[in-house]
C-alpha cells in the first residue's frame, strides 16, 4: 500500500524528484506515475489499482497542473473518493509551489494548510501527519448508471472544475469572500459546448450530489418539471435530505427580472443550480463560467483536419459535424471549400437543420447587426467602435457622435450575446506569448436598450466574432442590402480616413436620400436633455423648508451648459424652430433655455445674492436663507418651473422614445 500517490505535470519532474526523494526518506511509501492518461473514462488500469492502494493523493498544483489531463483524472479520482468520505479534503494534500491560489480548482483545496515548497522538511512533517489520520487507502468510486454523459466530449477539464468551484464557493468563503452561492452559469455563443460541460459534470461529480441529478429546460420550464413529477412550487423536492444538483439547460435569451430568475432556482437549502445561458446579462445567476473555443490540440483530435479546426475556431458543434464526415471518409479540403461555398450553409446541411441560424436570432438589435456587418467587412482585422463609428457615418450622413453612440451600442449588446470578444493581440516577439485586450466596462443602459452615453464600448485590440458566427451571418443576414452598403462604405473609409463622411446614400442604408436634420441625431439629444431634466430640482418638488435655494438655482443655471453641450455634441443649433408642425429639439431646446431657466435665474440670482452677502458671521448659511423675507417668494416661482418643464421633458419624450413617469400638471 502507498501512503502517498504523487500527481503533478510533467512539466514539473525537476521540482517534484526533490520532494518525492525527501517524502521517500521521511519513511513515506510514495508512488509516482510516468504514464498519460488519455481520458477518464478510459484510465488506465495501473492508474486506477494504484489510487486503489494509496491512502492520499499529494498533487504538485502549479499552473501547469491544471492543463495536464492526466493530472486532473487523478485529482479527480481522490477527490471524490474524500467526498465519499465526508471530506473531499480527506484524500487530497495540496503543495503549491506558486505565489497566489486562484489556479488551484477545486475551490476547497484552496482552504488547505500546508507547508510551502521551498520547506521541504516541513512539508514532509505534514504530510506524515496527516496520511497517519486516515485508516487505509482510498476507495475509488464508481459511476451509477442513472447518468451518461455526451458523445465525443473533449478537453474542458479546467471547465470542469471551475464549474465546480463556482456552486461550491459557499465552502471555502475564507478565500473566496462569498458565504452563500450555491448556483453557477455556464455561458457562450450558441453550440460551443455549454450543455455538453454541464452533462459531463453531472457524470463526474455525480457522487457530490448524493440526493440526486435533476436537469430542466430553461426554454420549456413548466413542461419539464411536469416531466419530473414536480410542481412548479416544487413540491416534490422537500424530502430530499442530501445535496442535489438542479440544471437548468437553455435559459432563454430575453431578459428576465430578478423575480423570474429566482422562480427558476428550488427554494431548498440543499440544491446547487447550474444554468446554461447565451447571454452575459444575468450577473445574479451567480458566478460565471465563460465557455470558448477548443484548445487547437483538441480541436484538431474532433475534426480529424487541422485546417477545418482553425476554419471553424474551435467550435465543437461544428467540429463534431465536420469530423463526423471526415471519419466517414470525406475528404478534409472538399469539406473546407463547401464550408466557404455559396448557398446554404454547409454547417446546416450536415446537421439536417439550420443550427447556425441561432446566432443570428440573437442579434436582435439593430446597431447590433451593423457592427457584424462592419466585423464581417473587416475581417480578419479587429473592429473597434471607431472604425465601425466611420463606416456609419460613411453610410448613413449622420454626425461622427451618433455613429460612435450606434458603435457602442452594438458592440455591447454582441458582446452581452456572447458573440463579439476582445480581440487576442500577439505581444512583442520577446516572450512569443499572446495577450488578451480587457473586457469592456459596461455603462447605464437607456430604455430602449442603447448604453447611457457617447462612451465607445471598445478595446485598445479592438473586438473580433467567432468564425462561425460570420459563417452564420453570412448563409442567414437578413438584409443583405444593408451589408452590401457598409462593406462599401468600409473599404471607402479604409481608403482615404482623411475625406471624413461621403454624402453618398447607399441603397439599404437607413437613409436612401440627404436630412437636414437627422432624426436618430435629434432623438439621442433628446434622450440626454431628458435624463438631464426629470433629475433635476425644477422638475423634482422642492417640499416647503427642504432643500437649498442657492443649490436649486445653481442646479438651474447648470442646465444652461449642458443643453448647448449636448446640442453641439449632435450637431444641432441652438434657435428658434418653425412655429408650424411638433416641436423639435430646436424648439425645446430654446424654451428651456431662453423663455423659462434665463428669465427665473436672471431675476432671483442676483437678489439671493445680495441677501448672501448680508449673512452675519457665525450664522448657518441655510439657517440665512430660511431667514430672507423673499424665501417663499422664490420658492413659490421654483415651484411654478415645474409645469413649463414637464412639458418640456413630454416633448422630449415624444422625440427620444423614453418614457420617464414625468407627466405635464393637468
Known amino acids: 500500500m502507498w501512503d502517498v500517490f504523487l500527481s503533478y505535470s510533467r512539466g514539473d519532474v525537476e521540482q517534484v524528484r526533490p520532494l518525492a526523494r525527501a517524502l521517500r526518506e521521511g519513511g513515506l511509501a510514495v508512488f509516482t506515475d510516468e504514464s498519460g492518461v488519455a481520458s477518464f473514462a478510459g484510465i488506465s488500469d495501473t492508474i486506477r489499482r494504484e489510487l486503489a492502494r494509496s491512502r492520499a493523493l499529494l498533487a504538485y498544483y502549479s499552473t501547469a497542473y491544471p492543463e495536464r489531463e492526466a493530472c486532473q483524472w487523478e485529482l479527480t479520482t481522490a477527490y471524490l473518493a474524500g467526498l465519499g468520505e465526508g471530506d473531499p479534503r480527506r484524500r487530497v494534500m495540496v503543495v503549491n509551489p506558486e505565489p497566489t491560489t ?33 485508516e487505509g487507502p482510498m476507495t475509488i468510486r464508481e459511476h451509477r448508471t442513472g447518468l451518461r454523459g455526451p458523445a465525443g466530449f473533449l478537453g474542458r477539464l479546467p471547465e470542469l472544475w471551475q464549474v465546480h468551484s463556482a456552486l461550491h464557493a459557499h465552502s471555502a468563503p475564507l478565500v473566496t469572500g462569498r458565504a452563500v452561492a450555491r448556483a453557477a452559469q455556464i455561458r457562450g455563443m450558441a453550440g460551443i459546448g455549454k450543455t455538453a460541460l454541464a452533462q459531463e459534470y453531472a457524470v463526474r461529480f455525480e457522487a457530490a450530489y448524493p440526493g440526486g441529478v435533476f436537469r430542466v429546460d430553461g426554454e420549456a420550464y413548466d413542461d419539464s418539471l411536469r416531466a419530473l413529477g414536480i410542481g412548479r412550487s416544487y413540491e416534490g423536492l422537500e424530502g430530499i435530505g442530501e445535496p442535489f444538483l438542479w440544471i437548468v439547460d437553455s435559459l432563454p435569451a430575453g431578459r428576465l427580472g430578478p423575480r423570474a430568475v429566482a422562480d427558476l432556482t428550488p427554494p431548498h437549502p440543499l440544491a446547487h443550480t447550474l444554468f446554461t445561458l447565451r447571454s452575459r446579462a444575468y450577473d445574479v445567476l451567480g458566478a460565471a463560467v465563460d465557455l470558448g473555443p477548443l484548445d487547437a490540440r483538441h480541436a484538431r483530435e474532433l475534426a480529424g483536419d487541422e485546417a477545418l479546426a482553425e476554419a471553424v475556431g474551435g467550435h465543437p458543434l461544428a467540429l463534431a459535424l465536420l469530423g463526423r464526415e471526415v471519419r466517414a471518409g470525406h475528404r478534409p479540403h472538399t469539406l473546407y471549400d463547401r464550408l466557404h461555398a455559396r448557398g446554404r450553409s454547409l454547417l446546416d446541411t450536415l446537421a439536417g437543420e439550420e443550427v447556425t441560424a441561432r446566432l443570428v436570432h440573437d442579434v436582435t438589435g439593430e446597431d447590433a447587426a451593423d457592427v457584424l456587418r462592419c466585423a464581417a467587412a473587416l475581417h480578419p482585422l479587429p473592429v473597434t467602435a471607431e472604425d465601425t463609428a466611420r463606416v456609419l457615418a460613411t453610410a448613413d450622413r449622420v454626425p461622427r457622435a451618433v455613429a460612435r453612440r450606434r458603435a457602442a451600442n452594438g458592440i455591447a449588446e454582441l458582446h452581452v450575446r456572447s458573440l463579439l470578444a476582445p480581440a487576442v493581440v500577439p505581444s512583442r516577439p520577446d516572450d512569443g506569448r499572446s495577450r488578451l485586450a480587457p473586457a469592456p466596462t459596461a455603462v447605464p443602459s437607456r430604455p430602449d436598450g442603447g448604453l447611457r452615453d457617447g462612451t465607445a464600448a471598445d478595446t485598445d485590440a479592438g473586438w473580433q466574432p467567432h468564425p462561425v458566427t460570420l459563417h452564420a451571418w453570412y448563409h442567414h443576414d437578413p438584409a443583405p442590402a444593408r451589408t452590401e452598403a457598409l462593406r462599401r462604405a468600409a473599404l471607402r473609409t479604409l481608403d482615404d480616413e482623411r475625406a471624413g463622411p461621403v454624402t453618398l446614400a447607399f441603397p439599404g442604408s437607413r437613409r436612401e436620400a440627404p436630412m437636414a436634420a437627422p432624426s436618430e441625431s435629434e432623438r439621442m439629444a433628446a434622450f440626454d436633455l431628458q435624463v438631464e ?3 433635476r430640482i425644477g422638475v423634482q418638488e422642492l417640499a416647503p423648508g427642504t432643500g437649498s435655494l442657492r443649490e436649486a438655482l445653481t442646479s438651474l443655471k447648470s442646465l444652461i451648459d449642458f443643453t448647448r453641450a449636448t446640442l453641439r455634441t449632435y450637431s444641432i443649433r441652438l434657435e428658434p424652430g418653425s412655429a408650424t408642425g411638433s416641436p423639435t429639439v430646436q424648439d425645446l431646446a430654446y424654451t428651456l433655455v431662453n423663455d423659462v431657466i434665463r428669465p427665473f435665474t436672471a431675476a432671483w440670482h442676483p437678489r439671493l445674492a445680495a441677501h448672501e452677502a448680508r449673512r452675519p458671521e457665525g450664522v448657518a448659511p441655510f439657517d440665512h436663507e430660511t431667514s430672507w423675507a423673499e424665501s417663499d417668494a422664490m420658492r413659490g416661482e421654483l415651484a411654478a418651473l415645474r409645469e413649463p418643464l414637464r412639458r418640456i421633458v413630454t416633448g422630449l419624450g415624444d422625440i427620444s422614445g423614453a418614457d420617464f413617469g414625468v407627466e405635464t400638471a393637468g
Open 533 to 535: 431634466l426629470v433629475t
Open 102 to 134: 486562484g489556479h488551484i480548482h477545486p475551490v476547497e483545496l484552496r482552504d488547505a494548510r500546508h507547508a510551502p515548497a521551498h520547506d521541504l522538511a516541513a512539508l514532509v512533517a505534514d504530510v506524515r501527519a496527516h496520511v497517519a489520520r486516515l
